[in-house]
């Protein structure tokens, strides 16, 4: 699978209507950016079916799930949807598959109490289903939605690799030594193109505000030296900074770049926008990163 070292996150590709969903795509792909990733959260649409949608629209672009929730549909029917996708669209398909958090996991009534026990029941599943399904010319990788390192550690063992998500470079440095050097490692980074520290740093809180409220990502940057002195008040701008990268053009690709640097195969970056996330914003400061990025 040839994806390049650039791709796009975004959560709004999942929102939008499909026409829009469907130009976005392949303004993405037409910039030279090698992956689109969608996610499956509040108000999102199926995640599958929007990847078969994009893949349809586009011609050369890969489309991962980032993540698609292994509590919103069983192994076997996870397995399934990757094979239709890898069959219809060779190497073009990153199943991305992850436990989500234990708030919005109990919302949908299920018992998050040992997640990666859960993920570990849930591959050798797919990995049972996958022997009564056709055979696809190229599979499609399975990535695992990971962080900490037992998570890491079964995304080395047990997967083809590990999507992470709000995390600085240090942590994908932490990340590809556990990995080892032949496992897919591809992080998200949120970014901004906006010079003005108050500004970007305004932009950066209100999407630091969400995530700052699950336990999963707090615990994980607690690993990385950040404390609640960080997490207050919208949090700091040692983690802002650390989080988004904001700036001019070469700020920005400095920061794919140390991510790159880290170990990582890949990096999908999210473009934030200034009061809400906004596809039409994202798309104009993809064009303005394009041609910066080498793509």
Known sequence: MEIGRVGVWHPMISKAPAEEARRAAARIEELGYGSLWINEGGGSKEPLTMSAILLAATERIAVGTGIANIWARDAMAMEAGAVALADAFPGRFLLGIGVSHGPLVKG???D???PLTAMRSYLEGMDQAVQALPKPPSPAPTILAALRPKMLELSRDKADGAHTYFVPPEHTSQARQILGPDRLLIPEQAVVLESDPTRAREIARAHLAYYLKLPNYLNNLRTLGFTDDDFADGGSNRLADA??????????????QAHLDAGANHVAIQPLSP????LANALTQLTDLAGPLGL
Do not use: F, L, S
């Not at 989080?243 to 794919?256: E, P, S, T």
């Open 108 to 110: 949908r009534g299920h």
């Open 275 to 278: 009061e809400a996330p906004d």
């Open 243 to 256: 989080i988004v990268a904001w700036g001019d053009a070469g700020a920005i690709v400095k920061r794919i």
């Open 112 to 114: 998050y109490t040992k």
